[in-house]
């Protein structure tokens, strides 16, 4: 991926193949791409506003018409407390897509992800990698090639 334009369509592609119920952990250092990859997905499903990184408030929430969807962004988690007593893990449902920055700050609390896509430097560009976790991510992943090469 050459360019931040690139990442955002690659985002544009699995607002295509996303569905309610999907998990999906985005890894990859701090200026990978990862929260330029949401704010692709968010504009493909249709919303308009600011994306912000959640780097603060742990999560940020953007509630469509059939699903919400909930941007994590572990990089400062540190209390397994805090996630048990805001029902953080209720977020995870089949009435919701969640996106997962910095995964392994989560360790045991996190469900596993239907699909994880790593992102890393590959000069002045990026490399984006898919890897499927589960049957639904297998064919969310399919859907997101198929979209994005075409
Ligand atoms: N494919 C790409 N090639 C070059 N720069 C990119 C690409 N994708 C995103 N960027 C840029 O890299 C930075 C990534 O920031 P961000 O998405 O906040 O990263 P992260 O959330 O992984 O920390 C942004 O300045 C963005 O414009
Ligand atoms: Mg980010």
């Not at 949401?38 to 912000?52: D, E, I, Y």
């Not at 239907?114 to 000069?123: K, Q, S």
């Amino acid at each position: 991926m050459p360019d931040e334009a690139a990442t955002l369509a690659l985002g544009t592609a699995m607002a295509r193949a996303v569905r309610p119920g999907m998990t999906i952990w985005l890894v990859g250092d701090l200026g990978a791409g990862k929260t330029t990859l949401t704010r692709g997905l968010l504009r493909g499903l249709g919303f308009g506003g600011r994306v912000k990184s959640p780097t603060y408030t742990l999560v940020e929430i953007y509630p469509f018409s059939s699903f919400n969807l909930y941007h994590f962004d572990l990089y400062r988690f540190v209390d397994p407390e805090e996630w048990q007593d805001a029902g953080f893990r209720e977020y995870f449902n089949p009435e919701s897509i969640c996106l997962v920055e910095w995964p392994e700050k989560g360790g045991a609390i996190l469900p596993p992800p239907d699909l994880e896509i790593r992102l890393d430097m590959a000069g002045e560009g990026r490399l984006a990698r898919l890897r499927s976790g589960t049957e639904e991510g297998g064919r969310c992943m399919d859907e997101i090639l198929a979209y994005w090469s075409g």
